[in-house]
C-alpha cells in the first residue's frame, strides 16, 4: 500500500488514507513535509522585559531597522550584539502591545497609551498632534491610525484617522491637506486591525470586512463593506503574502484578496477553534515565512494566555503541520549574514557559535522567520530539527484483520535516527492498544501486527524530509 502523505487533518474521518491525526514539529513543504528548524539563539541580549511588540523595517535607502518593545522601553538593535534604547524620554509604561510602520526614512510606533511615536535615527519622541491609536499602517503617502483617543472624539474604537498627504506630522483634518477621520459603524464592534494590501487599505472589526480606497478630495478615502461576517480578532494575526491577507476568522481560516474572503475549508478548523483559547484570540500572531511559502501562527491553547502554540499552513500546496512553542513574539529577522572573517569579532571560541549548518554564514541578508522566547531573546528559525513525530490515521477494515509486515518511509532526507510505534484496536471507536516501536533500520520498520485497524506514530531526530510510506500489509490474521 503506497500513501503520500497528507498532513495534519484532524477534521476529517480518521480512515481517510494519507492524513495525520497529530504531529508536532513538521512542517510542509512544496514536496512534503520536513522536520522544522529549531530556535537558535544569536548574539543580541535579552531585551528589557516581556516583549509586547517588534518589527523590523527598510529605510528608503534599503537599511534595515530591527525594534522590539517592552512595558518601559523601545530598544533598537544597533549591532549584532546590543540593543541601544530608543524610548522617548521618561519612557513607557503600558502592557498593550507595540505596533510599527514604516512611512520613508520615519519608523512611527503605537501603542493606544501615548500619542503615535516617531523615530528617524535616534531616540522615538511624541508626535503631539497626532491620536493615540491602538493600530497603526502605512500606505503609500498616508498614515493610517485606527482604534484611536483624541481631544476631540474621545475614545473611539470604530474610528480611524490618516495624516495629511505626504506629512506624518500633520493630523488636523483638512480637504487641503487631505488629513481625514471617520467612523466604521455599519457593522458592530470595534477595528481589530488595519493591513495594507497593494494601494489599498483593509480593514477588519470581529465580524466584518473593509476596503479602504483613496478617492482624493473632497472625501479623501472611501471604506467599503465586503458582504458576509468575516473578520479576525487581532492586528498581527492577518499575515500579507504581498498579492493576499490570509487569516483565522470566527470559524475557518480565509484569504482575502481584494476582492472577497474565501474560506480555506481546512482540514483543521475545527481541530483548531477547539483548542484555541477564544478569549485570547487577539493575541494570535502569524509570520510569513517568504523561502518556504509558509504561514505561522502562533496562538494560546484554551486555559492559556500565553503563546503556547502554532499551527503551520503551505498556502502553495495547502497542507499544514504544527511547531508548537511557548514564546513572548514572533517577527521577522534579517541576519547580518556573517562571514569567516568577522567570526573573531564576533565569536571568540568555535564553540561560541550557533549551532546552525556552516554554510549558513554565506547566506546574503533575507528576512528570517523568528521568535522571542520567554527570556526575552531573539531566537532565529533555522537551525536543525532536534525532535519531531506524526501519528497516521487509521488503516484497515472492519469486515477482515489484516497483519501489517512492516513500514517503508519515502525519504527524501532521512533523519538522524527514527522509531515508529504502531497501535490497533478491533473497532473504530475503540480504544487504541499500544504495540512495539521498531528502529528504522535499512530504511525501514520491520514488525508484525495483526488486527482490523492499525495507527502509526513516527518519531524522528534530527532533519528530515518525507514524502510518504509503503505499508506492507498481508490480509487475513497470522497464520
Known amino acids: 500500500m503506497k500513501l503520500r502523505w497528507a498532513g495534519f487533518a484532524p477534521d476529517l474521518d480518521q480512515a481517510t488514507p494519507g492524513i495525520w491525526t497529530d504531529c508536532n514539529h513538521i512542517i510542509p513543504t512544496l514536496r512534503g513535509f520536513r522536520g522544522a ?17 517588534a518589527a523590523i523595517v527598510k529605510k528608503l535607502d534599503n537599511t534595515a531597522r530591527f525594534f522590539v518593545a517592552s512595558t518601559a522601553k523601545i530598544e533598537e538593535a544597533t549591532s549584532g550584539t546590543a540593543y541601544t534604547d530608543r524610548s522617548r524620554v521618561g519612557g513607557y509604561t503600558s502592557t498593550n502591545r507595540f505596533r510599527f510602520t514604516q512611512y520613508g526614512d520615519v519608523t512611527l510606533a503605537t501603542n493606544k497609551s501615548e500619542v503615535i511615536q516617531v523615530s528617524t535615527t535616534g531616540s522615538f519622541a511624541d508626535q503631539s498632534t497626532a491620536p493615540k491609536a491602538g493600530i497603526i499602517e502605512t500606505v ?9 483617543i483624541d481631544g476631540t472624539y474621545g475614545t473611539s474604537p470604530d474610528r480611524w484617522w490618516c495624516c495629511a498627504l505626504g506629512d506624518y506630522t500633520s493630523w488636523t483634518p483638512a480637504i487641503a491637506t487631505q488629513a481625514a477621520t471617520g467612523r466604521l459603524t455599519s457593522s458592530p464592534g470595534p477595528i481589530t486591525a488595519g493591513v495594507r494590501l497593494g494601494d489599498n487599505i483593509i480593514v477588519y472589526k470581529e465580524r466584518a470586512m473593509y476596503v479602504g480606497v483613496y478617492t482624493g478630495p473632497p472625501f479623501i478615502w472611501r471604506f467599503d463593506e465586503i458582504p458576509g461576517t468575516v473578520g479576525v480578532a487581532g492586528n498581527e494575526a492577518v499575515v500579507s503574502v504581498g498579492t493576499a491577507h490570509y487569516f483565522p476568522g470566527y470559524e475557518d481560516f480565509y484569504v482575502f484578496d481584494g476582492a472577497r474572503a474565501v474560506p480555506l475549508d481546512s482540514p483543521v478548523k475545527q481541530w483548531f477553534f477547539a ?12 509570520v510569513h515565512d517568504f523561502d518556504r511559502t509558509l504561514i505561522k501562527w502562533h496562538y494560546p491553547s484554551e486555559g ?19 511547531d508548537h ?20 569579532a564576533t565569536y571568540s571560541t568555535y564553540a561560541d557559535l550557533p549551532n546552525i549548518p556552516y554554510d549558513q554564514f554565506y547566506q546574503a541578508s533575507r528576512p528570517v522567520p523568528s521568535i522571542i522566547n520567554t527570556s526575552h531573546l531573539v531566537q532565529l528559525l533555522n537551525g536543525a530539527c532536534q525532535t519531531a513525530y506524526f501519528v497516521t490515521g487509521d488503516y484497515g477494515d472492519e469486515e477482515y484483520f489484516t497483519t501489517i509486515l512492516g513500514i517503508t518511509p519515502r525519504w527524501a532526507q532521512k533523519p538522524t535516527s527514527s522509531t515508529l510505534t504502531n497501535y490497533y484496536r478491533e473497532y473504530l471507536g475503540d480504544n487504541l492498544t499500544t504495540g512495539v516501536t521498531t528502529s528504522l533500520q535499512n530504511g525501514r520498520y520491520d514488525f508484525m501486527r495483526s488486527s482490523r485497524f492499525h495507527r502509526f506514530r513516527q518519531d524522528m531526530i534530527g532533519d528530515f524530509e518525507v514524502y510518504g510510506a509503503d505499508i506492507r500489509p498481508k490480509k487475513g490474521g497470522l497464520e
Open 275 to 286: 483548542d484555541l483559547s477564544k478569549q485570547n484570540a487577539s493575541k494570535i500572531i502569524g
Open 325 to 344: 512553542q511557548t514564546i513572548e513574539y514572533a517577527v521577522q529577522y534579517i541576519p547580518s549574514g556573517t562571514v569567516y572573517d568577522d567570526l573573531g
Open 140 to 148: 503609500n503617502q498616508f498614515v493610517f491610525a485606527f482604534d484611536t
Open 37 to 53: 528548524p529549531s530556535p537558535v539563539t544569536i548574539g543580541l541580549p535579552a531585551a528589557a522585559g516581556a516583549a509586547t511588540g
Open 304 to 322: 492559556q494566555s500565553t503563546l503556547n502554540r502554532c499551527i503551520v499552513y503551505n498556502y502553495k500546496t495547502g497542507r499544514w503541520g504544527l
